[in-house]
């Protein structure tokens, strides 16, 4: 299957300060991305779909201003947590699709976030 | 957000017994997904259906996409000690559609 690689793995942050993490397409073009959050023993919210060259499509209830998504590239999205907080601390995963395939996702590994 | 109904919610085997989770869902679906997520780790797909009928296999993986196109099976066999980890369904409506996610069944493999 397509590979796609998340960058860091694991981020501990000071409150206040911002963390961005990288989330690429090895082997393929995505236009389209996506960014979730997971919670212990839950299941993945779907936080924004980034597009390729134009602004991302945020889920009601997710901060805009707080998470930051960047796609400037068919194989680069960026999501950067801004002004952290201890309850940002969280698993944060990211899935592209393959524009010329089928519906299906494949994801990253994950970034755990601790901001303390 | 819309999430898919799911279940059973966990399941405690033994190594050797057959598996069979299952999804449904109030809306349609173009394509059944199903996933694995190991602790610490992103998801890896595992089968994907695309036509109303479809019995795909994976090695010991057998997943169908309902008649109906609101549900999904997934059935492991002879599970062994590596199947543990999470399962998740997700139910796509197109190819520029965000995924539904079902919120997971825990699987658990005894030795």
């Known amino acids: 299957g397509a590979v796609v690689s998340q960058h860091p793995s694991r981020v501990i942050c000071k409150s206040g300060t911002s963390v961005k993490i990288e989330c690429r397409s090895l082997?393929?073009?995505?236009?389209?991305m996506f960014w979730y959050r997971q919670f212990p023993k839950q299941s993945l919210m779907l936080m924004a779909t980034?597009?390729?060259?134009?602004?991302?499509?945020?889920e009601q209830g997710v901060e805009k201003d707080k998470f930051l998504i960047n796609h400037a590239s068919l194989t680069l999205s960026t999501l950067t947590v801004t002004s952290a907080h201890p309850e940002d601390s969280s698993f944060y995963i990211c899935?592209?699709?393959?524009?010329?395939?089928?519906?299906?996702?494949?994801f990253g590994q994950g970034t755990r976030l601790t901001v303390v | 957000g819309q999430q898919l109904n799911q279940s059973p919610q966990s399941m405690f085997i033994q190594e050797g017994e057959d598996v069979s989770m299952n999804c449904t869902s109030s809306?349609?679906?173009?394509?059944w997904l199903w996933y694995k997520q190991d602790p610490g780790e992103g998801p890896v797909l595992l089968i994907a259906?695309?036509?109303a009928g479809e019995l795909t296999s994976n090695g010991r993986l057998t997943a169908q996409f309902g008649i109906t196109r609101k549900d999904s099976f997934l059935n492991i066999s002879a599970s062994i000690p590596s199947d543990v980890g999470i399962y998740f369904c997700?139910?796509?409506?197109?190819?520029?559609?965000?995924?539904?996610w079902g919120l997971g069944t825990s699987l658990a493999v005894n030795p």
């Open positions: 899935s592209a699709r393959d524009q010329g395939a089928g519906t299906e996702a494949f």
């Open positions: 809306s349609i679906f173009n394509t």
């Open positions: 980034s597009n390729e060259g134009s602004k991302a499509t945020y």
């Open positions: 082997d393929f073009q995505a236009t389209t």
């Open positions: 997700a139910g796509g409506a197109g190819n520029n559609r965000k995924l539904i």
């Open positions: 259906l695309y036509k």
